[in-house]
């Protein structure tokens, strides 16, 4: 059984930068396409960023593309979303994802495993 936990949420200004930490359970966890999914308020929910199993492969949705970063550390069992430049349009809530194969990234049916979310807001 798999469980990820996001964390680093919290208000922000316009122009701020945020990094949200995700930590999975389970050994297994280097074997795992992850990502980061976001829902705004009255919206659908939105790809935003997804890293292979050994951090060689990297896809951004275009709207974050020079702000976000998405990086892991398997040692840690940890994905980070770093986040910089930060918009009021980038409010929403973040939930870390997990999938078994690089495959069909902006889809959220490819994955298996999500996180609870964590809020973002960004102040105008």
């Known amino acids: 059984q798999v469980q990820l936990v996001e964390s680093g949420g919290g208000l922000v200004q316009a122009g701020g930068s945020l990094r949200l930490s995700c930590a999975a359970s389970?050994?297994?966890?280097?074997?795992?396409?992850m990502g980061w999914f976001r829902q705004a308020p009255g919206k659908e929910r939105e790809f935003v960023a997804a890293i292979s199993r050994s951090g060689g492969n990297i896809y951004y949705v275009d709207s974050v593309k020079g702000r976000f970063t998405i990086s892991r550390d398997n040692a840690k069992n940890t994905v980070y979303l770093q986040m910089n430049s930060l918009k009021p349009e980038d409010t929403a809530v973040y939930y870390c994802v997990g999938a078994p194969r690089w495959y069909g990234l902006v889809s959220a049916s490819s994955y298996d495993y999500w996180g609870q979310g964590t809020q973002v807001t960004v102040s105008s």
């Open positions: 389970g050994r297994t966890f280097s074997s795992y396409t």
